[in-house]
């Protein structure tokens, strides 16, 4: 069964940086998509960065130049580096992995990130 662990949520004050893991167990890492979604509350989800089975990554425009997403198919984690937060950066990210043949979804259960003086 294919889980995955979000970690390295918190508060963090404007400006500020967090890195955020996600741990996949149960599955052939190397075979999934990776990508990061968050949620504020009263909005949709959103996508916030994903990188491909071949390491190639797309970002949403808010988070560009800011957010860095990156995987480790050794430790079978990916990882978003945020810096340069900001308070409407303030959500629930979640981690979602895509199995690259099956196209089936895996989710995380979220990790809370608060941007706040």
């Known amino acids: 069964q294919v889980q995955l662990v979000e970690s390295g949520g918190g508060l963090v004050q404007p400006g500020g940086s967090l890195r955020l893991s996600c741990a996949a167990s149960g599955t052939i890492f190397s075979a999934y998509a990776m990508a990061w979604y968050r949620q504020a509350p009263g909005k949709q989800r959103e996508l916030v960065a994903r990188?491909?089975?071949?390491?190639?990554?797309n970002y949403a425009d808010i988070v560009k130049g800011r957010f860095t997403i990156s995987r480790d198919n050794a430790k079978n984690t990916v990882y978003l580096q945020m810096d340069s937060l900001k308070p409407e950066d303030t959500a629930v990210y979640s981690c979602n992995g895509r199995n690259a043949y099956t196209k089936r979804d895996y989710w995380g259960q979220g990790t809370q990130v608060t941007v706040s003086s």
């Open positions: 990188i491909t089975t071949s390491d190639s990554t």
